[in-house]
T-cell receptor, first 119, second 107 residues
């Protein structure tokens, strides 16, 4: 069964360093998302992406964050200068159709996550 | 923005028991998903259920969109059912998650 994959599974970095988290969405999906979960808390939306553009972003997704689809398969999240409070599990998700439409095509499927630790 | 509330926050069950988890939401939504977060942190899709009832083995879910709630039923619970159960509703171009129900099933 097709699945979303993410690399690395764990990333440890020093405060102020740049990190890039990578995701390979399900191959026929066109809509991509990043979420994060601080330890012990709920899952929070960061950004949605379609057709090489950001569709929606949350207040968390400030100028330190950026997303890119560098080729036909990868979807990346970059944090330019990491802070201690960026430590979290980061999930990539994808869907066939966009959120907001009726129909099973917009069911979102999640990758296994990247656990980011900022020291 | 929309509020998503889950209850109970914690639940301890003896293996073999049944349980009902609830998700209330404060505004109309197009779609709703239930997830199980396993001990390794992975979010496993359980149901995509904007309305009506679905069943998958020992699990079933019902969403009453007009009354803005959804229920997840777990029957004959097993220790492998332990973890956190999240409901998430579609709002705009995103999923908005509840705080989850932590389920512990004891053998």
């Amino acid at each position: 069964e097709p699945e979303v994959t993410q690399t690395p599974s764990h990333q440890v970095t020093q405060m102020g360093q740049e990190v890039i988290l990578r995701c390979v969405p399900i191959s026929n999906h066109l809509y991509f998302y990043w979420y994060r979960q601080i330890l012990g808390q709920k899952v929070e939306f960061l950004v949605s992406f379609y057709n090489n553009e950001i569709s929606e972003k949350s207040e968390i997704f400030d100028d330190q964050f950026s997303v890119e689809r560098p080729d036909g398969s990868n979807f990346t999240l970059k944090i330019r200068s990491t802070k201690l409070e960026d430590s979290a599990m980061y999930f990539c998700a994808s869907s066939e159709a966009p959120a907001g439409l009726s129909g099973a095509g917009n069911e979102q499927f999640f990758g296994p996550g990247t656990r980011l630790t900022v020291l | 923005g929309i509020q998503v509330e889950q209850s109970p926050p914690d639940l301890i069950l003896q293996e073999g028991a049944n349980s009902t988890l609830r998700c209330n939401f404060s505004d109309s939504v197009n779609n709703l998903q239930w997830f199980h977060q396993n001990p390794w942190g992975q979010l496993i899709n359980l149901f995509y259920i904007p309305s009506g009832t679905k069943q998958n083995g020992r699990l079933s879910a019902t969403t009453v969109a007009t009354e803005r709630y959804s229920l997840l039923y777990i029957s004959s619970s097993q220790t492998t059912d332990s973890g956190v159960y999240f409901c998430a509703v579609e709002y705009g171009n995103k999923l908005v998650f509840g705080a989850g129900t932590i389920l512990r099933v004891k053998s």
